[in-house]
């Protein structure tokens, strides 16, 4: 995987590479390269703008900008899989651990204990492939509060309600948390939104 930094003149940013913190400083435009950890940085002059830009091609690891990422030639990214996961029994704790993630489930008749939607949560997503030999069950009340989730399939929209969900096994579905209990939770705003192929 490759990825584009942009610093100005004088600037620095550091970047988190296989959980080590390294400096990367922009100094009179001077090019160089610099190996980070299993990382090469290539640097580009682009003097017009008095700006150098550095490529990195990532060998191992994650690298975590922990300022503003500039790609202007493009990002190319994976979702992360977590794959083989066999856990028929999902609490809300281990279900928040996948967040943005891909999960194929591939255990027998399972469920999934959907968490309490807070403002944090708003925007998250799950996808959720059932690759196992039986149901999938998201049960709404996991929490110990009950969820409201709308579920589009195809071309139709069901009314938001807080009955269970279920993804038959050879379905898949995202779940995206739309709102939060402090906002409503209700049949016209629910917390959450499933859509996807044999569900029900």
Same mark, same amino acid.
């Given at each position: 995987?490759?990825?584009?930094?942009?610093?100005?003149?004088?600037?620095?940013?550091?970047?988190?590479?296989?959980?080590?913190?390294?400096?990367?400083?922009?100094? /009179?435009?001077?090019?160089?390269?610099?190996?980070?950890?299993?990382?090469?940085?290539?640097?580009?002059?682009?003097?017009?703008?008095?700006?150098?830009?550095?490529? $990195?091609?990532?060998?191992?690891?994650?690298?975590?900008?922990?300022?503003? $990422?500039? !790609?202007?030639?493009?990002?190319?990214?994976?979702?992360?899989?977590?794959?083989?996961?066999?856990?028929?029994?999902?609490?809300?704790?281990?279900?928040?651990?996948?967040?943005?993630?891909?999960?194929?489930?591939? *255990?027998?008749?399972?469920?999934?204990?959907?968490?309490?939607?807070?403002? !944090?949560?708003?925007?998250?997503?799950?996808?959720?492939? /059932? !690759? *196992?030999?039986?149901?999938?069950?998201?049960?709404?009340?996991?929490?110990?509060?009950?969820?409201?989730?709308?579920?589009?399939?195809?071309?139709?929209?069901?009314?938001? /309600?807080?009955?269970?969900?279920?993804?038959? !096994?050879?379905?898949?579905?995202?779940?995206?948390?739309?709102?939060?209990?402090?906002?409503?939770?209700?049949?016209?705003?629910? /917390?959450? $939104?499933?859509?996807?192929?044999?569900?029900?």
């Amino acid at each position: 995987m490759s990825y584009s930094i942009t610093l100005t003149e004088g600037a620095t940013t550091t970047l988190l590479v296989n959980d080590n913190p390294e400096t990367v400083v922009s100094i /009179n435009n001077t090019p160089s390269t610099l190996i980070v950890s299993d990382v090469l940085l290539t640097p580009k002059v682009a003097s017009s703008s008095g700006t150098t830009s550095f490529t $990195l091609d990532e060998v191992s690891g994650d690298v975590t900008f922990e300022s503003t $990422l500039v !790609a202007n030639a493009g990002l190319t990214a994976s979702q992360t899989i977590s794959n083989y996961v066999t856990d028929t029994a999902i609490t809300t704790t281990e279900f928040q651990t996948y967040v943005g993630q891909k999960i194929i489930y591939t *255990g027998g008749a399972g469920e999934i204990d959907l968490p309490a939607a807070v403002a !944090a949560d708003i925007g998250k997503s799950w996808i959720i492939i /059932n !690759a *196992g030999t039986g149901a999938l069950t998201i049960d709404v009340n996991g929490s110990g509060t009950a969820q409201y989730v709308r579920t589009l399939t195809g071309g139709s929209v069901a009314t938001s /309600n807080s009955a269970d969900k279920v993804i038959a !096994a050879g379905g898949s579905a995202e779940l995206i948390c739309i709102a939060d209990t402090s906002i409503t939770n209700s049949s016209s705003v629910p /917390n959450w $939104l499933l859509y996807g192929g044999g569900i029900s």
